[in-house]
């Protein structure tokens, strides 16, 4: 990937590395938020601080099971307000477009943009929920598709954020998901840190059916930067126009935007806002 000319969201930008704060709270004021199956928590970080407890801590604390991951928005700044995310687990989870898409409407207004893992993303409401704007500058600029031979079956790499392995397969329902990702996953001389693995099968005119195993998590409801990898390969394999991407969670819209980019549509909801007690 050549370097982008992206706007730097900060110059030493560190999602919160640690929120410690002067007099510690025993809970967390937060809103419950959703994005195709994928559950998350959002809190402000002043919030955050206030538990005397780091991120990821706070995210493990926080999320037990029931959620997946913890959503941290900071103050209003150029190019955009920053928006972290902390597995349940504990740790750095990057970029989110379904936790994103959550964060936006908790904005409530009409559109804005997030920096989030040091990427600036425009988002605007739309009927359909949220539409992404990802710019060009944060695309593979020259997309290469290697082929990776299986066991019966042949994928497409698709280096996109997170390295990601596209496999079309004739019957997705019946499919082993767990074993193809382990045998996607033992490909360590193309994916020596890992691999998210997309296995898809044409659901007709537009459409394509998706299952996503995710690196370290495994098969998830959704998955938005695997719906984008998705798209990039059928783009990239002579299909034209948009897609519809449809997980078991639900389905992602994506289109060329004018820029050379992608636009990404979704569904996302909110809750009411709460104080959430730490064990």
Not at 56 to 78: F, I, K, T, Y
Not at 92 to 98: A, H, S, T
Not at 139 to 160: I, R, Y
Request: aromatic fraction near 4%.
């Amino acid at each position: 990937m050549r370097p982008d000319s992206r706007p730097s969201c900060s110059a030493a930008w560190t999602p919160c590395a640690r929120l410690v704060g002067a007099v510690a709270e025993q809970g967390l004021r937060c809103v419950p938020g959703e994005g195709l199956g994928n559950t998350f928590l959002l809190a402000r970080e002043e919030d955050a601080a206030r538990t005397g407890l780091a991120p990821g801590e706070l995210a493990q604390r926080a999320c037990g099971a029931q959620w997946d991951g913890l959503l941290l928005l900071g103050p209003a700044q150029a190019p955009g307000r920053r928006l972290g995310i902390y597995n349940r687990d504990g740790s750095d989870g990057g970029v989110c477009l379904n936790g994103l898409r959550a964060a936006a409407l908790w904005e409530g207004a009409a559109g804005g943009e997030f920096c989030m893992a040091g990427r600036a993303i425009r988002w605007r409401r739309v009927p359909e929920g949220v539409e992404l704007h990802l710019r060009r500058a944060d695309l593979p600029q020259e997309l290469a598709l290697e082929a990776v031979a299986l066991d019966g079956l042949t994928g497409v790499s698709v280096p996109f954020w997170n390295p990601h392995c596209v496999v079309p397969v004739a019957d997705l329902g019946r499919l082993n998901l767990q074993a193809l990702a382990r045998a996607v996953a033992a490909r360590r001389d193309l994916f020596p840190q890992g691999v998210n693995v997309e296995a898809i099968a044409d659901g007709g005119p537009g459409l394509l059916r998706a299952r996503v195993w995710e690196r370290g998590v495994g098969e998830t409801r959704a998955c938005g930067s695997g719906a984008v990898a998705v798209a990039l390969a059928a783009w990239a394999g002579g299909a034209q126009g948009p897609l519809r991407v449809e997980m078991p969670g639900g389905v992602l819209s994506l289109a060329p935007a004018p820029d050379g980019g992608v636009l990404l549509r979704g569904a996302a909801s909110i809750g009411k806002p709460m104080d959430l007690a730490l064990d």
